[in-house]
């Protein structure tokens, strides 16, 4: 599904306002937007497509962590895996066509590196994958499973949310599967329909005992994948794949944790929240500098990280719905699957956010 946003604005007395969080029509958060253009050559008009509507903005680069390099978002995943595989000789990473470095590249060259018997591949059988994964993490290894695309995530759904969630607190804590991370590619690229577009985070933030995270850029994936695959809880890491390869920032070569269940202030504003998570993040920074410069609104933008469980400290401080001067809004796809060419008009682009800003300050 699309990302989307919600929005929430405080009263006078309070010193923050509106809140967006990224969700989707039924399922869906952070995403992206594909523009279509006709292109004249030679008097022939064709379509050109354009990846994504949001413009990536690279964050500072991390001093603190040692030496960086030029990294992709999917370069920083592997570096993550490679990272896990060198530090815990427990470790092991399967899914489909992971021996051979994945359909986005996020696995290559490590089961050379590391021998066939800790990356390799699976069936074509996600309940089977996710499975295998709580037994693993069950029997005290750390268990990497990927699975393909987010969007085939749903056979394995029983397994996930009736089985890992509940592992530990039906055992009264004498088992757990905790080591246990389930990585997916997410969201929308501009052409991958209804089976390779969704955001199914929302089904899973509704499940206690899991983590549900999901980065902006590489140096968050990076940092975040690391923590889940420590945290000792069954974790869902899904990566913004359009972002696999057109996010690059400088990050740290060494391992390093960012915490989950903290949202990042991204910016400080004094009349409107904006919460999002993933791509969706990188869009509301042009929803926020456009009602800056055309509305004189000050926005604050939380970018959430962690959906479940979700850091309410810092989205509802000082307890800002008892302040709130109109509605909080939620700006996301249409209550439809996926679509194909219309996928310009179904994701919550800047100016769906916009609109929903000026219908705020008007309420």
Known sequence: MAAAARFLIRGANSKL???VVGSGAHCSFGSTFLKLSLNCNSGIKTQRRHAAHFTFQPDPVPTQFGPTQKMNLFQSVTSALDNTLANDPTAVIFGEDVAFGGVFRCTVGLRDKYGKDRVFNTPLCEQGIVGFGIGVAVAGATAIAEIQFADYIFPAFDQIVNEAAKYRYRSGDLFDCGNLTIRAPWGCVGHGSLYHSQSPEAFFAHAPGLKVVIPRGPVQAKGLLLSCIADKNPCIFFEPKIMYRAAVEQVPVESYTIPLSQAEVL?????????????????LREVANLAQEKLGVSCELIDL???LPWDVETVCKEECFLNLEAPITRVCGYDTPFPHIFEPFYIPDKW???EAIKKMINY
Do not use: M, R
């Open 17 to 19: 306002p509106i809140a």
């Open 267 to 283: 910016q400080e504003g004094s009349d409107v929240t904006l919460v999002a998570w993933g791509t969706q993040v990188h869009v």
């Open 305 to 307: 990280q962690t959906i």
């Open 352 to 354: 769906k956010c916009f």
